[in-house]
């Protein structure tokens, strides 16, 4: 009886929590939407085409509104696939407020407008989504790329399906990105929201609570923490203004609402969603009780040369505390340009990486189909820093990751560079706002931010330390470089001097004719990383052979379609075989 009482009693105050959950959302969803119509001035402010669809909506005036709407259909500012998405998700929402006029002025777009599908997986979700929108508003029509609608609405049916099993079973191409999670989950929360067959609606509902869960997992007070596909420079060292961030605002809350960063405006689309996460996923990002190990699958983006697989498999490791947490790539070009390999992200967005800046013809023709001896500069053009010796994101084929728990292991084999390839160096970004820092007499380079504590420590190369506006960059040459990085925290390690002492006991074995490290470190298991073979722990062989998801919260086999969420003994399963969500 007493069992059954306590057992009742938590049900309760589980029960009275998701209802705080989600009156906290729809608090932070207004505040949203009261913003973008409220504090955005016309003729003051930037207007895109999600603001003036929440403007739209919640007045009983438009007519304010529709030059602003000409002038984004005639210079849209966005690539086609991101502008026809949009404008397809403001027709949908506003559409019993346009006038005759203008319902007939945006279909003329699709039928006048040629769109640009793009080459990368987010641009074809966008892409399709559209036309898949568009085909099933207007029946009977052609369109502007000469196919009807029942043409168009069969091939963006088969290409979203296709990628929702892509997804399920191999992983994303374009994972865990703080900036480009908003080409996928607002352009899902549209399909959701307006796709009239229940299948259709059902894979987009899945595909959102999939994308958010592993955010969640990932998810540290408004940051989305560890290796990522792309990442833009400048979030790569301020992580807490990444895009992502808005999206975690509304489905997580932990942090604040920025709407003056940069590109906060998508969000609109999932703050008027029908769409609700689910209690589960929202206590995943947010419960910070213990420290746990989080590991995923996914894939390298399409290679069209110098491979041998289309999709390499991507191993995502993250080690989650409440102050810190440490998660990394296994190193090697997984995406072009924008690569993050690794890093520590603590609770006040603070972040610690190392990166090879390397760029090459070869790198890039692994994926894009023009000439490779023009690729660079165009590349240059777009990027602006991809020829860069500075810059902070980068993929290498010389960087080797090793991570276990709150230790990593980074391995750079510079010497190994072909000719022509750029640059011998590792550059290793320390935040100036550390609240502790120093270089002690053995060559730890040590720091404290809040709670949180790290140690690195070069082996196999010589540095110099540049205190730079925004942070102290060290710059490593060497032909076989070894970086050593150790994340710890009070909890763990009681005060900062502890952290330090320990660091001061720690040891390894650098062979480097052998490019092999072994060290024990201030957790007191060995690590044994081979560049040129295997990793090893405590003398075990550690295999990068793990599922889709393994962890304490998400399991998933490789293509098993099955996604499991745990979360105190309650589970939600996705079954995308059968197009199923269970709890039990």
Request: net charge neutral; charged share 25%.
């Amino acid at each position: 009886m007493t069992i059954f009482l306590l057992t009742f009693a938590l049900l309760i105050q589980f029960l009275n929590q998701g209802e705080s959950h989600a009156y906290e959302f729809e608090l932070r969803r207004e505040r949203i939407l009261k913003f973008y119509t409220d504090s955005v001035q016309l003729g003051k402010d930037k207007i895109d085409l999600f603001i003036l669809t929440a403007k739209m909506k919640f007045t009983d005036k438009i007519d304010p509104f529709l030059p602003y709407l000409d002038s984004l259909i005639q210079n849209p500012g966005v690539g086609d696939m991101f502008f026809a998405y949009q404008l397809m998700g403001l027709y949908l929402h506003c559409k019993e407020k346009l006038p005759p006029k203008y319902r007939e002025k945006i279909k003329n777009v699709f039928r006048e407008r040629g769109f640009y599908r793009g080459d990368t997986e987010n641009h074809w979700l966008m892409y399709y989504i559209a036309w898949y929108l568009v085909s099933q508003e207007w029946k009977n029509e052609v369109w502007s790329n000469l196919k009807t609608s029942d043409e168009n609405f069969s091939e963006a049916r088969e290409y979203i399906k296709f990628w929702v099993d892509e997804t399920a079973s191999f992983g994303q191409m374009e994972f865990d990105s703080p900036t480009y999670i908003i080409t996928f989950v607002p352009p899902l929360c549209i399909l959701y929201d307006f796709a009239q067959d229940t299948l259709m609606k059902k894979r987009a509902q899945m595909m959102l609570e999939y994308l958010l869960v592993d955010y969640a997992a990932e998810y540290l007070n408004g940051c989305y923490c560890g290796g990522h596909s792309r990442d833009y420079p400048e979030f790569a060292v301020n992580p807490i203004q990444a895009q992502s961030q808005a999206i975690g605002y509304l489905y997580f809350g932990e942090t604040d609402f920025y709407p003056k960063f940069k590109e906060r405006s998508p969000v609109i689309f999932c703050a008027l969603s029908k769409f609700r996460l689910p209690d589960l996923i929202y206590y995943i990002a947010t419960d910070r009780g213990f420290p746990y190990e989080h590991r995923e699958r996914k894939r390298v983006r399409n290679v069209i040369r110098y491979g041998r697989e289309r999709n390499p498999a991507v191993y995502k490791y993250t080690y989650m505390t409440k102050d810190y947490c440490i998660g990394s790539l296994q190193g090697g070009i997984l995406q072009p340009i924008q690569q993050h390999t690794w890093d520590i992200t603590f609770s006040n967005g603070a972040t610690v990486f190392s990166v090879h800046p390397y760029f090459s013809e070869y790198e890039l023709g692994m994926f894009f189909p023009e000439e490779v001896k023009i690729l660079p500069e165009l590349v240059d053009r777009a990027h602006r820093v991809y020829r860069n010796p500075d810059k902070w994101t980068s993929s290498s084929p010389y960087e080797r990751i090793f991570q276990y728990r709150g230790s990593l292991i980074a391995l750079y084999g510079l010497g190994e560079m072909r000719e022509g390839e750029r640059y011998r160096q590792v550059n290793i970004f320390i935040p100036r706002g550390v609240d502790e820092f120093e270089m002690d007499t053995l060559g730890w380079i040590v720091g404290r931010v809040g709670d949180g504590y790290f140690g690195i420590r070069v082996v196999g190369g010589i540095y110099d330390f540049v205190a730079e506006q925004m942070c102290y960059r060290v710059r490593v040459y060497g032909d076989r470089v070894c970086v050593i990085v150790e994340a710890g925290s009070r909890d763990e390690f009681g005060d900062f001097d502890v952290f330090r002492s320990k660091l001061k006991g720690a040891s390894f074995e650098f062979d480097i004719n052998r490019f092999e490290l072994r060290y024990r470190g201030i957790r007191g298991f060995e690590m044994r990383f081979d560049y040129f073979g295997g990793r090893y722990i405590d003398g075990v062989e550690y295999r990068l052979d793990w599922g889709l998801f393994e962890g304490q919260f998400v399991r998933s086999e490789l293509k098993s379609k099955v996604i499991e969420i745990n979360y105190k003994g309650k589970k939600r399963i996705l079954d995308f075989n059968k197009l199923e969500i269970n709890e039990k």
